[in-house]
Nanobody
Framework: QVQLVESGGGLVRAGGSLRLSCAAS????????IAWFRQAPGNEREFVTA????????YSAASLSGRFGISRDNAKNTVYLQMNSLKPEDTAVYYC?????????????????WGQGTQVTVSL
């Protein structure tokens, strides 16, 4: 059974950094794309960034202005989200998700597997 488990969330001051982890298990993920989405209260779940576990190609939402970076460790089946220069508006529950392929990569309905989410709160 596929499992995605996020960790690393917490409370951080504006301007600070956090690194989230997504540990995947239950199958070989070499052919998968793993993404991060986030959902703030009252908002839709939105795409943040994604990475191909096959070749490491990354895809990111333009609105992030390069503040967030995604990386992978295939040996550990783990994907990381490095978040820098955090702002209060980055406060949200952050979810990782997995799917095959990269078409329509930012659409949440394309993702087959989801983690339970980890809360990130950025204070002033």
């Amino acid at each position: 059974q596929v499992q995605l488990v996020e960790s690393g969330g917490g409370l951080v001051r504006a301007g600070g950094s956090l690194r989230l982890s997504c540990a995947a298990s239950g199958r070989t993920f070499r052919a998968y794309t793993i993404a991060w989405f986030r959902q703030a209260p009252g908002n839709e779940r939105e795409f943040v960034t994604a990475i191909s576990m096959n070749d490491g190609t990354t895809y990111s939402a333009a609105s992030l202005s390069g503040r967030f970076g995604i990386s992978r460790d295939n040996a550990k089946n783990t994907v990381y989200l490095q978040m820098n220069s955090l702002k209060p508006e980055d406060t949200a529950v952050y979810y990782c998700a997995a799917r095959l392929g990269v078409l329509r990569i930012s659409l949440r309905d394309e993702y087959e597997y989801w983690g339970q989410g980890t809360q990130v709160t950025v204070s002033l």
